[in-house]
Nanobody, 123 residues
Framework: QVQLAESGGGLVQAGGSLRLSCAASGGTFSRYGMGWFRQAPGKEREFVSAISWTGLYTYYADSVKGRFTISRDNAKNTVYLQMNRLKPEDTAVYYC????????????????WGQGTQVTVSS
């Protein structure tokens, strides 16, 4: 059983930056592919970014490519999402999740989820 806890959300002006962190406990972190997803009010949860077990491979939604960077520190059991040049449309609750697959963009393929952290980008 893996527990995930996100932090780092908040209110930021358009063009600003935030760094989200997700701390994992209760499992062997390096055996899980990790992903970030987000859900805006009235919308379905959507894929943002994923990183493979060792961090060698990373994947991004087209909407965030070039602005967001995912990384992980297996020694600290933590995955990060650096978000730059934020836009109002990035406003959502951001969730980190763990999958036993090397990586995935599919919500249903993630087994463990954090409670989410709110990111609000003002225009």
């Amino acid at each position: 059983q893996v527990q995930l806890a996100e932090s780092g959300g908040g209110l930021v002006q358009a063009g600003g930056s935030l760094r989200l962190s997700c701390a994992a406990s209760g499992g062997t972190f390096s055996r899980y592919g990790m992903g970030w997803f987000r859900q805006a009010p009235g919308k379905e949860r959507e894929f943002v970014s994923a990183i493979s077990w060792t961090g060698l491979y990373t994947y991004y939604a087209d909407s965030v490519k070039g602005r967001f960077t995912i990384s992980r520190d297996n020694a600290k059991n933590t995955v990060y999402l650096q978000m730059n040049r934020l836009k109002p449309e990035d406003t959502a609750v951001y969730y980190c999740a763990a999958t036993s697959r090397a990586w995935s963009v599919v919500v249903a393929e993630y087994t463990y989820w954090g409670q989410g952290t709110q990111v609000t980008v003002s225009s």
